[in-house]
C-alpha cells in the first residue's frame, strides 16, 4: 500500500524537505547530513518537493541520490515543463493548446499563471523553477497514479524516471491497511468536526452539496452572493465553509435564511465530509489536493476553479474523467446563480448526465483504491523506489 510504503520512507536513513522550511537553512541541511554521516546513520536519499529545486544541488554536493516529488497532476507537471523549455507559448485568445497525452486544451483552460501571464510573477517562477535542474534528479515522483492520466505519465517517463506513488490520501480513506493512519498531521485551520458530522447526521443519503474553496481562495463580494443564491435555488441541502474572513461577503442575514437548509463552517475535516453517506457532491475551487480527494472517495464534483492549476484540473474533471461538470463563467468573470443551480441539480439530483457522473466517480475511487492497495500500481512503484534506495 502506497500510504504504508510512505511511513516506511519516514523512518529510513533518508532526509524529507518540504517547501514550508525555507532556503536559509541550506547550510544546516549540510550539517545535518554530516552529522548522521559521523554517527554511522548515512543518508541515502533526499526527497523534495519540486518547488524546493535548490535541495538537488545540496544532494549532489555529498554524492547522495535524490527524487523530487511533484505535487501537482502529470498534464499540468507537462504543461510548465513545456513552458520552462520554452516549447510553449500562449497561443492567441480562441485557439487551442496539443501537447503529448494530453487532450485539446482551450487558452483559458490552461494554467492561469500562464493564461494570464505577469499576474503573479514570483509564483510563476517558482512554478518554472521546478524544471531548472530536474533532469539530473535520480528520480521524479508525483502523486497521481498511473490509471488516472495514463498517456502522460507514459511520455513523462521517456524523458525522466518517474514514478506515480498517488494518491497520497490517509490510508483509512484508500485501503484501510493503516488504522491509525487518518489525516495528513498538518492542519492550517481549526475545523469544526463535531458540528459538522452532527449535522450531516441528521441529512439523507446523497441530499447535501459540500462547498469549500480551500484554504487560500478569495471570493469576491459578488461572486459569493451569486453562490448563495444558487444555492438557495436547489432543492439540496448545504454544507459551505466560508472561512472568517470571507463571512463579511455573506448576503445580509443570509445564515438565518437558510438555518433549516444550510450549515456555514469557518473549516472542517474535508475527508470525513467527503467520506459521508450524505455528501451528494462536492462544489470545489479544484485544488489538486480537493480532486484527488474527491476522485479517491467517489464524490461528484462541480468545478469552479479560480487560478494555478485548477483550470486544468476542471477540464479533466468533465471532459477526461468524467466526474463533474464546470460552471462557466459569463463575461465579467462571474458564475451567475442560475448556473450554480443548473450544474448541482443537474449533479445531484440525477438524470442521465448526473448518474453517469455518479458512475464514473464510483469507477474512479475503486481504481484510487486498487493503484495504493497491495501490489498496484502505486504500491509497485514506492516497492521499486525503496528497494533502489535501500540496495
Given at each position: 500500500m502506497a500510504s504504508t510504503k510512505v511511513g516506511l520512507?519516514?523512518?529510513?536513513?533518508?532526509?524529507?524537505?518540504?517547501?514550508?522550511?525555507?532556503?536559509?537553512?541550506?547550510?544546516?541541511?549540510?550539517?545535518?547530513?554530516?552529522?548522521?554521516?559521523?554517527?554511522?546513520?548515512?543518508?541515502?536519499?533526499?526527497?523534495?518537493?519540486?518547488?524546493?529545486?535548490w535541495a538537488l544541488d545540496v544532494a549532489k554536493q555529498w554524492g547522495i541520490r535524490a527524487a523530487v516529488f511533484l505535487t501537482q497532476s502529470c498534464a499540468v507537471n507537462s504543461i510548465h515543463?513545456?513552458?520552462?523549455?520554452?516549447?510553449?507559448?500562449?497561443?492567441?485568445?480562441?485557439?487551442?493548446?496539443?501537447?503529448?497525452?494530453?487532450?485539446?486544451?482551450?487558452?483559458?483552460?490552461l494554467p492561469s499563471l500562464i493564461y494570464h501571464h505577469g499576474s503573479y510573477p514570483a509564483w510563476f517562477d517558482t512554478i518554472v523553477n521546478q524544471f531548472s535542474n530536474i533532469d539530473e534528479a535520480d528520480w521524479v515522483l508525483v502523486n497521481t497514479f498511473y490509471e488516472l492520466e495514463k498517456e502522460v505519465v507514459d511520455w513523462m517517463s521517456k524523458i525522466w524516471k518517474l514514478g506515480t506513488i498517488g494518491p497520497t490520501i490517509p490510508s483509512m480513506y484508500l485501503d484501510k491497511r493503516l488504522k491509525h493512519?487518518?489525516?495528513?498531521?498538518?492542519?492550517?485551520?481549526?475545523?469544526?468536526?463535531?458540528?459538522?458530522?452532527?449535522?450531516?447526521n441528521t441529512k439523507p443519503n446523497g441530499s447535501v452539496v459540500y462547498v469549500s474553496f480551500g484554504s487560500l481562495a478569495e471570493v469576491g463580494v459578488e461572486q459569493m452572493a451569486e453562490i448563495a443564491w444558487g444555492l438557495i435555488g436547489t432543492n439540496a441541502y448545504f454544507l459551505w465553509v466560508v472561512r472568517e474572513p470571507e463571512e463579511p461577503k455573506l448576503p445580509?442575514?443570509?445564515?438565518?435564511?437558510?438555518?433549516?437548509?444550510?450549515?456555514?463552517?469557518?473549516?472542517?475535516?474535508?475527508?470525513?465530509?467527503?467520506?459521508?453517506?450524505?455528501?451528494?457532491c462536492f462544489v470545489s475551487h479544484c485544488?489538486?489536493?480537493?480532486?484527488?480527494?474527491?476522485?479517491?472517495?467517489?464524490?461528484?464534483?462541480v468545478a469552479m476553479p479560480q487560478w494555478a492549476d485548477q483550470a486544468t484540473n476542471a477540464k479533466h474533471v468533465e471532459d477526461v474523467w468524467g466526474v463533474g461538470v464546470r460552471a462557466l463563467v459569463d463575461e465579467k468573470g462571474i458564475v451567475r446563480?442560475?448556473?450554480?443551480?443548473?450544474?448541482?441539480?443537474?449533479?445531484?439530483?440525477?438524470?442521465?448526465?448526473?448518474?453517469?457522473?455518479?458512475?464514473?466517480?464510483?469507477?474512479?475511487?475503486?481504481?484510487a483504491i486498487k493503484a495504493a492497495d497491495h501490489g498496484g500500481s502505486s504500491d509497485k512503484n514506492i516497492d521499486e523506489f525503496v528497494a533502489k534506495i535501500t540496495s
Open positions: 520512507l519516514r523512518r529510513s536513513p533518508l532526509i524529507f524537505t518540504s517547501p514550508l522550511l525555507n532556503p536559509l537553512v541550506h547550510k544546516a541541511w549540510q550539517a545535518c547530513i554530516k552529522e548522521l554521516g559521523d554517527s554511522g546513520s548515512p543518508v541515502h536519499a533526499i526527497i523534495y518537493d519540486g518547488f524546493m529545486a515543463y513545456h513552458v520552462s523549455r520554452g516549447l510553449l507559448k500562449v497561443p492567441a485568445e480562441g485557439s487551442s493548446v496539443w501537447l503529448s497525452g494530453l487532450p485539446e486544451l482551450k487558452v483559458w483552460e493512519n487518518k489525516d495528513y498531521g498538518l492542519q492550517l485551520l481549526h475545523p469544526n468536526t463535531s458540528a459538522c458530522m452532527r449535522w450531516l445580509d442575514n443570509f445564515k438565518h435564511m437558510t438555518r433549516e437548509k444550510g450549515l456555514i463552517v469557518r473549516w472542517c475535516p474535508q475527508l470525513e465530509v467527503l467520506k459521508h453517506g450524505s455528501i451528494g485544488g489538486y489536493n480537493s480532486v484527488l480527494e474527491a476522485l479517491g472517495l467517489g464524490v461528484p464534483i446563480r442560475e448556473t450554480i443551480k443548473q450544474c448541482i441539480n443537474e449533479v445531484i439530483m440525477g438524470g442521465e448526465r448526473g448518474n453517469e457522473i455518479k458512475k464514473n466517480s464510483i469507477k474512479w475511487k475503486n481504481l
